[in-house]
């Protein structure tokens, strides 16, 4: 199972930025899918998180309103939109896999697979 995340950078505060994160090795359709990050000397926390067919998505409150989880999966690949960021969120950003939540989807050791993480730094 690999999950290859991608799109990461230095953008301005303010700016957007679209993270991608591409998996293979399992049925990227039965599988749930979430964001989480790590900034530096902090515990990974939870961003976003997207059901099988997309239809329900969850957030954190810092970043609602302002990102977007999406997938699809004709290409095995789950999106987050980031727009309006700043600093705060500069982070390494990890996309993860789980067949089920057992604890709720904001918790990281729900879930089984993770990618190796894309750094996104805000700074002007």
């Known amino acids: 199972v690999q999950l290859q995340a991608s799109g990461g950078g230095l953008v301005q505060p303010g700016g957007s930025l679209r993270l991608s994160c591409e998996v293979s090795g399992l049925t990227f359709s039965r599988y749930k899918m979430g964001w989480f990050r790590q900034a530096p000397g902090k515990e990974r926390e939870f961003v976003a998180h997207i059901t099988q067919n997309g239809g329900t998505t969850y957030y954190s409150d810092s970043v609602k309103g302002r990102f977007i989880i999406s997938r699809d999966n004709g290409k095995n690949t789950v999106y987050l939109q980031m727009n309006s960021l700043g600093p705060e969120d500069t982070a390494v950003y990890y996309c993860?896999?789980?067949?089920?939540?057992?604890?709720?989807?904001?918790?990281?050791?729900?879930?089984?697979?993770w990618g190796q993480g894309t750094l996104v730094t805000v700074s002007s």
């Open positions: 993860a896999s789980t067949l089920t939540v057992t604890s709720g989807v904001r918790i990281p050791s729900n879930y089984r697979n």
